[in-house]
């Protein structure tokens, strides 16, 4: 019981750290000599230093003897700094105990292979499913070569996102979007479509938390037709904007963009549409494990129809809006329900006066 309880703090630790690691996977460590913990880390902003480090860096000599528990597979290779393997050997722990394996091909049992030659016991699994589940972007990013998606949708409560001349502000209460704004701290990214960024004019910051920390604001604009004196426009240089574009951009669209500060990533088209799994894919590649979309409904119906969406969050308000008012999804192409995607609840709350509902790909099952 007490590895697990032990692991369910290392998880909490790691859990920390989400949306502020990439490319890194956010892991948490936890040092425990004669059931005391005697050193805690998470992985650091930015990916380094490695939970492992920052724990055994706080146990100090106390480490000898001890048991360190991490969420996943201790690094082996020597990248920006020293493999994990090394200090953990180094530091004298009798144990190791890790949730998961690494999939990355430089560590995949290596790491554990590496402890065991050592002379450090390794056990593994230890609540496995709740760090698979954590470390699911991470895990995506290696095997599928894409960050994990959420999807948010917050509607009335007859399913409508905005009014007929797209007044959406605010469907929902204060508590609702105060939860939305930690979702996207916990995101190392947020999404909206160029319709979203046209007509809302949003910011899309991380605000009213105390958190300095911001995400990667994303824009997908096909032919970037984006207004120039937005407050995207105007704060490209103070937060990340990155703008996901075809080749139907012109070249002075993109030097306007790119002498406003923002990052420009070309994506391949498909069918007169910009192709979605490319630009995932070129987001992974770019460190991305984790991104928080809000919308608007024509990308949200993409990504569903493209099967590029993990998760659902949802927002439900005591609102009516009526059938004048705009959809919160746009066409799914679907003439057979039994085709239609499926997916499991996972959460269900009350939050204010509103609901909230979190459901997960089935494909996790």
Not at 34 to 62: C, F, M, W, Y
Not at 154 to 177: E, H
């Amino acid at each position: 019981m007490s590895d697990a309880r032990f692991m369910t703090l290392a998880l909490s630790m790691g859990r920390r750290g989400m949306g502020r690691t990439w490319p890194n996977p956010s892991v948490g460590c936890v040092v425990v000599k004669d059931n005391q913990i005697v050193g805690a880390g998470t992985t650091a902003d930015g990916g380094r230093p490695h939970a492992e480090v920052v724990a055994l860096s706080q146990a100090g000599a106390k480490a000898h003897g001890a048991t360190a528990y991490v969420t996943l597979e201790p690094c082996v290779h020597t990248g920006k700094s020293p493999p994990c393997t090394e200090a953990l050997i180094k530091s004298g722990v009798a144990r190791v105990v890790a949730a998961v394996g690494d999939p990355d091909p430089r560590v995949n049992g290596k790491g554990f292979r590496a402890l065991k030659a050592g002379g450090v016991e390794v056990v593994t699994g230890v609540m496995a499913g709740q760090a698979a589940c954590d470390h699911r972007g991470y895990f995506l990013k290696n095997s599928q070569y894409r960050p994990f998606l959420t999807l948010k949708i917050a509607t009335s409560f007859d399913g409508r996102t905005a009014t007929a001349s797209g007044q959406s502000k605010w469907i929902t209460d204060a508590p609702a979007r105060r939860l939305v704004h930690m979702m996207r701290s916990r995101h190392d990214a947020v999404m909206v479509g160029g319709g979203t960024a046209r007509l809302d004019d949003p910011s899309l910051t991380v605000r009213n938390l105390g958190i300095e920390h911001q995400t990667v604001r994303i824009v997908v604009s096909r032919f970037l037709n984006l207004p120039d004196d937005s407050v995207l426009a105007r704060t490209a240089r103070q937060t990340p904007l990155w703008l996901c574009h075809g080749n139907a951009a012109t070249s002075s669209q993109i030097q306007k963009w790119q002498d406003n500060g923002a990052k420009l990533i070309i994506c391949k088209d498909s069918h007169s549409l910009l192709d979605l799994n490319d630009m995932m894919a070129r987001l992974a590649s770019l460190g991305l494990t984790r991104v928080f979309c809000e919308g608007g409904g024509a990308l949200a119906a993409s990504l569903i129809k493209s099967d590029l969406v993990d998760e659902l969050i949802g927002f439900g308000a005591g609102v009516l809006i009526g059938a004048e008012g705009q959809h919160s999804m746009g066409d799914l192409e679907l003439d057979d329900l039994v085709k239609a995607q499926r997916w499991s609840l996972e959460d269900l709350q009350k939050i204010g006066p509103d609901i909230f509902h979190k459901w997960s790909h089935r494909r996790f099952e």
